[in-house]
């Protein structure tokens, strides 16, 4: 080659140099997902969670990635899951599936920004300082979902008097059971109604609650909130029916697996929302500054179908009360 054309290359390639290094990529934000049951119970929770981020523009895949740690019901994996995700150096960590995933969370970063959903008061259980002002890398939406067992409670007691026995099914590993309790026996004792609690915690344990309350002829059951107890729904509906013990459940997605009643408020809402903030935060949004979302909407929904299996007559008042009726 002749040495003016061996300059003239050399010129060419030093041109391109600076567009080839200034047309690099960017690295992909990566988000770090931590639940506490498993991908296949709550896959339209983690769909709600997508188009929620993709309302800020941003598709996992395309400009963001998603680093999903699944406890599968095993609450005491989770500070593990949480310190690997933080090992990961993620841009921020969004946690679904009650409250200790946020509560792992929080004790293994203060930096790294947290977005939760949480069953329980967030600011009591110290995850923020308050609903309005965060104060802190923490913020996210409070379903409400624990302050609502009262309310649950009322509305079982419209189908059935003081005299017979409800009992009150809760997870004796979630924190939450031991601040629920309290506030469950309250409302029982200031009805006169008696109540009585059964814990499960696994897969057996639940099958063995529906063979004492058969045992004990209780009248009806309230499914107090729970991860673990949202996605054994199946097995729920399935107890329920054999023992033909009417349950009441914190959530929308049992009764439509066939369960009779729900009240609370829509889980698919409050993970669509959490996207939303997460979308927010990944352009630059501090979690400090971001109020805790609270729902505006709880939904009574009643299992028509179910109801009439059971052979239970709904009083015309709680079909009245119902937002929502499944035939």
């Known amino acids: ?53 993709s309302g800020g523009g941003y598709v996992e895949g395309q400009n963001v990635a998603i680093e999903f740690r699944w406890a599968e019901g095993r609450y005491d994996q989770l500070p593990a899951l949480a310190a690997d995700l933080v090992g990961h150096r993620v841009a921020l960590i969004v946690t679904g599936g009650g ?32 609903l309005n002002r965060p104060g802190s890398n923490v913020t996210g939406f409070w379903t409400y979902t624990s302050q609502l067992g009262p309310k649950r409670f009322g509305v079982m007691r419209l189908l059935f008097p003081a005299s017979t026995l409800i009992a009150v099914l809760v997870n004796p590993n979630n924190p939450n059971a031991h601040i629920d309790m309290p506030d469950l026996q309250n409302a029982a004792r200031t009805v006169g109604q008696s109540i009585s609690f059964v814990t499960a915690s696994t897969e057996t344990e639940i099958d063995a609650v529906f ?63 959490v996207g939303i903030y997460a979308g927010r935060i990944l352009k630059g949004a501090k979690p400090a500054d971001l109020p805790v979302i609270q729902p505006a909407i709880f939904e009574l929904v009643i299992n028509l179908k179910t109801a009439k299996a059971l052979s239970l007559e709904l009083p015309p008042k709680l079909l009245a009360l119902a937002d929502e009726v499944i035939e």
């Open 1 to 53: 080659m002749r040495r003016r054309e061996f300059i003239s290359l050399l010129g060419v390639a030093a041109a391109a140099w600076p567009l080839a290094a200034g047309g690099q990529q960017p690295m992909m934000p990566v988000i770090g997902y931590l639940h506490s049951g498993s991908p296949s119970s709550f896959a339209h929770l983690v769909a709600a969670f997508r188009q929620g981020l």
């Open 99 to 130: 409250d200790p995933p946020p509560l792992a969370a929080k004790s293994a970063t203060t930096t790294i920004p947290i977005v939760f959903t949480s069953s329980s008061d967030p600011v009591k259980l110290g995850l923020v300082a308050s």
């Open 211 to 273: 063979t004492t309350l058969s045992e004990r002829r209780v009248s009806a059951l309230l499914v107090n909130t729970d991860p673990y107890f949202l996605a054994r729904r199946d097995q729920f509906v399935s107890l329920a029916a054999r023992y033909s013990v009417p349950t009441v459940y914190p959530w929308r997605e049992a009764v439509a697996a066939g369960g009779l009643m729900s009240y609370g408020a829509s889980l698919a809402d409050a993970y669509h929302q």
